[in-house]
């Protein structure tokens, strides 16, 4: 999920908070840890909506919430960064505060990615000043675990779903939303939605981690197997996946979201989401894709291991498998009218599970290690 780290090698550094009104903040008479402030990772759009979501869900706690620009200058009080990257690629400072963070993914040791071994061995030499680290799957728990952080400052919390913007379809929607997007009633529209190229450009090299060569190879598989097969992409940097879907003479549309709401119109027109990753935090496919009610194939990777039972809410298939995403995916095209309810009923409880709501509970204990909750305190 490091979107940013790729901006930071093409565009130079992330933007930071500004080092400013140093002195006012500390004139402040803030009680210690009474406030939080939350760090963005400037270049992901997906990251500041979970940074907006983190500060909704505390403020319904009680507990006030600094402005951004102060994070860099705050003492004493509790500072959560929405990614690592923002924290452990630099010589951080502690001041006083107290420090949160959340580990999306990053394996030490995965080749073109130096700053995952860069966190992964200042989280190893500082752990003991990280109070709260939220990961969102089992085997990235693992990962950080061996840093020798205290497995009770290790919060396992997935990248949650809103149901209500991502609400189920109905027919006369799914008819609309691919009027919109320009994908014909008839066609069997695969969707795939993420950023699978290196840098900000054309995307023309393909970011392996991603999985691009490997839903290439399964959609050249899919055009001999399902008729009238098109392709959905969203994301920037695209041109991999495009220049390959051009030479299978698969027809496509691809389209750049510039809000939630366009986010969830493009899963309404699509009859398959696929995710083809050879690691991931999330992705938010997984539950996205659930919510609207698209059936899912996706690799086991990040918190779709943990979230994906299949053939039960989704199927899912071993990296690299292009068999496997290629025999799913033409069950999915095959299956007769409403043979797919009860996957997609199954998907719908698990979305439900895993709203931002119910979710709220696993984040009030992450968020009582950094900073005082009112109403904890008024009890």
Not at 74 to 91: G, K, P, R
Request: charged residues 25%; contains cysteine.
């Amino acid at each position: 999920m490091s979107v940013a780290w790729q901006a930071r090698r093409v565009a130079g550094p992330v933007a930071r908070p500004v080092r400013r009104a140093y002195v006012d903040l500390r004139t402040r008479t803030w009680p210690p840890h009474s406030r939080l402030f939350v760090a963005q990772e400037g270049a992901d759009w997906v990251l500041a909506y979970e940074s907006r979501q983190l500060q909704k869900l505390a403020a319904g706690l009680g507990i006030p919430v600094g402005a951004e620009r102060w994070v860099n200058a705050v003492s004493n009080q509790a500072v959560f960064h929405e990614s690592q990257f923002t924290l452990l690629l630099e010589d951080f400072e502690r001041r006083g505060n107290r420090l949160g963070f959340a580990y999306f993914h990053g394996r030490p040791g995965t080749t073109g990615f130096p700053e995952f071994d860069a966190c992964y061995r200042r989280l190893e030499q500082r752990h003991a000043e990280i109070d709260a680290v939220q990961v969102t799957n089992e085997a990235m728990e693992a990962v950080v675990l061996e840093t020798g952080v205290a497995p009770e400052k290790v919060h396992r919390i997935p990248i949650g779903i809103d149901p209500v913007a991502f609400a189920p379809r109905t027919e006369e929607v799914r008819t609309l939303a691919r009027r919109e997007l320009g994908l014909p009633e008839s066609a069997f529209v695969v969707g795939s939605f993420q950023k699978d190229g290196v840098g900000w450009g054309e995307g023309l090299e393909p970011k392996l981690i991603k999985g691009p060569d490997v839903l290439v190879a399964a959609a050249e598989r899919l055009r001999d197997a399902v008729p009238d097969l098109w392709f959905l992409l969203t994301g920037p940097s695209r041109g991999y996946v495009m220049a390959g879907l051009e030479r299978a003479g698969i027809p496509y549309r691809h389209h750049l979201l510039p809000s939630l709401e366009a986010v969830a119109r493009a899963y309404e027109a699509i009859d398959l989401c696929v995710v083809a990753s050879r690691d991931e935090g999330g992705p938010r496919a997984v539950l996205e894709s659930m919510a609207i009610g698209v059936p899912l194939v996706t690799t086991r990777i990040g918190q779709a291991a943990d979230l994906v039972r299949h053939g039960e809410n989704g199927w899912m298939v071993e990296v690299e498998d292009v068999d496997g995403i290629v025999h799913w995916g033409r069950h999915v095209a095959e299956a007769p009218r409403g043979g797919l309810d009860d996957v997609l009923r199954a998907g719908h409880r698990t979305v439900e599970e895993n709203s931002y709501e119910a979710l709220r509970p696993r984040w009030r204990r992450l968020l009582e290690r950094l900073v005082r909750i009112p109403d904890a305190d008024a009890a």
